[in-house]
């Protein structure tokens, strides 16, 4: 699987989505939107907003973070 990010090719050997794991995923998701704020409607303030109403245990449930080869967030799934 092949991603483009920050005019850079990204080549992943496994691309398998992992569950979100608190907090410190919803900082990275954040950093990863503030990185793409060119290239998307989404802004940070927007997830905190989404995830509000939800523990973090619920949003694991709902939420699927894909990563590099280098452990950065490159996308995800919040399923509502």
Do not use: C, K
């Amino acid at each position: 699987m092949t991603f483009f990010s920050q005019n850079y090719l990204i080549r992943m050997t496994r691309p398998f989505p992992r569950p979100y794991a608190g907090v410190n995923d919803l900082r990275r998701m954040q950093a990863a939107v503030e990185n793409a704020f060119d290239q998307t409607w989404l802004r940070v303030g927007d997830l905190a907003w989404l995830a509000r109403h939800h523990t973090h245990r619920e949003l694991s449930l709902d939420i699927r973070l894909w990563e590099d080869d280098r452990g950065e967030v490159i996308g995800w799934t919040f399923f509502q």
